[in-house]
């Protein structure tokens, strides 16, 4: 297997917030990043195919499965497990990583590449981000309003930041569509950037609020096993219910590849609307990261297996 390189751009990041924190104190950072987000979410609208959303809409329990997975079950599990965490901050961004949607390309592409429900991966994922973007900061109101978190302020961020942005590229798309096809790897690889922007700025804050030194180091090999518990806890149920539910080789291959799936773009970008430059931003990506590493690893072996099976 090969290791995606953009994970190694992720460590990079974080190494380089450590050592070169000098740019966060030159650069509008927080501008460009905000900037960023919304063209992200701009790009994302054009991208949104009706003739796909259309198209999925034919198998119900699919989707239905693969959205509960995605915003009730693992939310509530990682309610379940609170107890076990003496740090708040890094359970807070287990429950982050919970509440986030499911991602678009490389479920896409993981489906595909197993023999999977190809329409139903694309409208899943594609709806799953639309959902998130009210789900998401649902659940995490639980837990920011007893912080003191103002959500009125938060979902202002999200209108102007997220939604005005999605709209803005729905309305366009019939006049960008040429364009939309012609540039999709320029889309995939700005939607990298400015989560690594984000992840940059937001490490530099936290190392140097000294944050993580209220961590024992123990606690981030404690963290890896939650959260390769959380995956697999998930396929498992996810394996489970598509087997009860009678689903085909193909719809059991989506379901569990969408339901298991978190955004990294989606989570990057509304831990800074949540946050903005807080310090803690740098321990809520941390279960994130980790998890973005883990799936891809994990379904892309899984996704091998399946296509070699098929063969």
């Known amino acids: 297997m090969k290791i995606d390189p953009f994970i190694l751009f992720l460590l990079a990041v974080v190494g380089l917030a450590y050592f070169f924190p000098g740019p966060a104190h030159v650069l509008p950072l927080d501008t460009l990043a905000s900037a960023g987000i919304s063209l992200v979410f701009f790009f994302y609208g054009l991208k949104l195919s009706p003739a796909d959303i259309r198209s999925g809409l034919s198998n119900p329990k699919l989707h239905l499965v693969i959205q509960v997975f995605t915003f009730v079950v693992f939310p509530l599990l990682a309610l379940a497990v609170k107890p076990f965490f003496s740090a708040r901050e890094m359970w807070l961004g287990l ?22 429900n190809i329409p139903a991966a694309i409208f899943n994922a594609s709806i799953s981000g639309l959902i998130g973007i009210f789900m998401t900061p649902l659940w995490m109101s639980l837990f920011l309003k ?8 938060i979902y202002l961020k999200l209108l102007y930041e997220i939604l005005l942005p999605i709209s803005a590229g729905l309305l366009l798309q019939k006049r960008l569509a040429g364009a939309v096809h012609q540039f999709r790897s320029f889309f995939t690889r700005f939607d990298r950037a400015v989560i690594l922007l984000v992840i940059y700025n937001s ?8 944050i993580f030194s209220s ?34 080789r193909e719809d059991r291959i989506t379901a569990l590849f969408c339901g298991t799936k978190k955004s990294l773009v989606h989570g990057t970008v509304f831990s800074k609307v949540l946050w903005g430059g807080s310090a803690v931003v740098g321990i809520i990506l941390l279960p994130l990261m980790l998890f973005h590493a883990l799936q891809i690893l994990i379904i892309g072996f899984i996704a091998g297996k399946y296509a070699r099976n098929a063969s």
Do not use: K, R
Not at 96 to 102: E, K, N, R, V, Y
């Open 146 to 153: 007893a912080g003191g978190g103002d959500m009125s302020a």
């Open 203 to 210: 490490f530099v804050h936290s190392f140097e609020s000294g």
């Open 95 to 116: 429950f982050f990583l919970a509440a986030l949607p499911s991602t678009v390309s490389s479920s896409v592409v993981m489906v595909s590449l197993a023999g999977g």
């Open 215 to 248: 961590i024992p180091p123990g606690d981030f090999f404690v963290l890896c096993g939650w959260v390769l518990l959380f995956f697999g806890i998930i396929y498992g149920l996810i394996f489970l219910v598509a087997g009860q539910l009678g689903f085909n």
